[in-house]
């Protein structure tokens, strides 16, 4: 078992290496819902473009992270995780999954160093036991909150996963995202990983997620917070409109965002607008900080919440949520 940990000295950097040839592609993560793979994808891009959450199925998108180096473009893509879908978009969702794994040019999977395999983890490595050509990553995440004596039976259980589908990871690799743990020796491991060729997006792109996009994504994970376990799979966000403020002088600009908050049920409803608006206003507060962050300009956030019934079953209303 080929277990990486960091070097005491740094690998030669890519300045220095005579004639080395860049490389560029696409590196896939995935696992079972809540594994680590957004937080994982921020931590490498530097920047928040992936939403997390401490509940299961947060992502929806499969969002690029692109990560610049002298040597190497890494675009990371952030899957939705694999799991036993009990509704159409469930279903849609895996479907992303992957159509996203037959695409890239490797791919790791995220296993929690605090959580033993289980049912989740042999069906999804067995889904990339069939896919022969694609090297393929054991990625252990959430390393800071384990012991070493945890962590060693991580690493021989996953280890010895591989061996019982028949492949062998191309390496086996402990992280702490939140920790800064090894994060830039994944990074380094991926690279050699990736076809020879010149960047694929400009320098200083960080994804290719439309703005609008990832504005909604920030309004639902705020609206994540707090809620009750059965919510989050009920909310969708739609921003419907961003336009500057036309009567806003050129030094003073202001974006006015419409975004409406979708949930299943009118029962639904109070829980997240909460008593007199109070929980939509905080809502409205921390998602409107987040997408300055990321925009670089004030905000005005306008936020509705409207029901669209059973929405995860009905095609028509996925359509409309842009599922």
């Given at each position: 078992?080929?277990?990486?940990?960091?070097?005491?000295?740094?690998?030669?950097s890519p300045e220095s290496s005579s004639g080395a040839p860049h490389r560029a592609g696409f590196a896939c993560f995935v696992g079972r819902p809540n594994a680590g793979k957004s937080t994982l994808t921020n931590a490498l891009v530097g920047q928040k473009v992936a939403i997390t959450a401490n509940q299961p199925q947060t992502t929806r998108h499969t969002v690029r992270g692109i990560v610049h180096r002298a040597d190497a473009q890494l675009i990371l893509v952030d899957t939705p995780g694999l799991h036993k879908p009990r509704t159409l978009l469930g279903e849609r969702l895996n479907d992303v999954v992957r159509a996203t794994w037959a695409e890239v040019d490797v791919i790791?999977?995220?296993?929690?160093?605090?959580?033993?395999?289980?049912?989740?983890?042999?069906?999804?490595?067995?889904?990339?036991?069939?896919?022969?050509?694609?090297?393929?990553?054991?990625?252990?995440?959430?390393?800071?909150?384990?012991?070493?004596k945890t962590l060693a039976e991580q690493l021989i259980a996953i280890?010895?996963?591989?061996?019982?589908?028949?492949?062998?990871?191309?390496?086996?690799?402990?992280?702490?995202?939140?920790?800064?743990?090894?994060?830039?020796?994944?990074?380094?491991?991926l690279v050699p990983l990736l076809p020879e060729g010149p960047a694929l997006y400009p320098e200083g792109d960080l994804t290719d997620e439309p703005e609008q996009v990832m504005v909604a994504e920030l309004i639902r994970?705020?609206?994540?917070?707090?809620?009750?376990?059965?919510?989050?799979?009920?909310?969708?966000?739609?921003?419907e409109e961003m336009l500057p403020r036309e009567d806003r002088p050129a030094d003073k600009p202001l974006l006015d965002i419409h975004a409406f908050v979708y949930i299943e049920r009118p029962s639904q409803k109070g829980i997240i607008i909460g008593p007199k608006g109070k929980r939509l206003k905080e809502v409205g507060i921390k998602s409107r900080k987040q997408i300055e962050a990321l925009l670089g300009t004030p905000v005005f956030l306008d936020l509705h919440v409207k029901v669209a019934k059973d929405w995860q079953r009905d095609p028509r209303q996925l359509r409309k949520l842009g599922f």
């Open positions: 078992m080929s277990v990486r940990t960091q070097s005491p000295e740094p690998p030669e790791g999977f995220c296993l929690p160093a605090n959580e033993k395999l289980g049912p989740g983890d042999r069906f999804i490595a067995k889904e990339l036991a069939s896919i022969k050509r694609t090297p393929k990553i054991a990625i252990v995440t959430k390393t800071d909150l384990v012991d070493s280890d010895q996963l591989g061996k019982e589908l028949g492949f062998e990871w191309a390496e086996i690799v402990p992280v702490s995202a939140v920790a800064d743990k090894q994060v830039d020796l994944l990074a380094d491991l994970e705020a609206a994540l917070e707090g809620v009750r376990d059965e919510l989050p799979h009920s909310i969708a966000v739609v921003v």
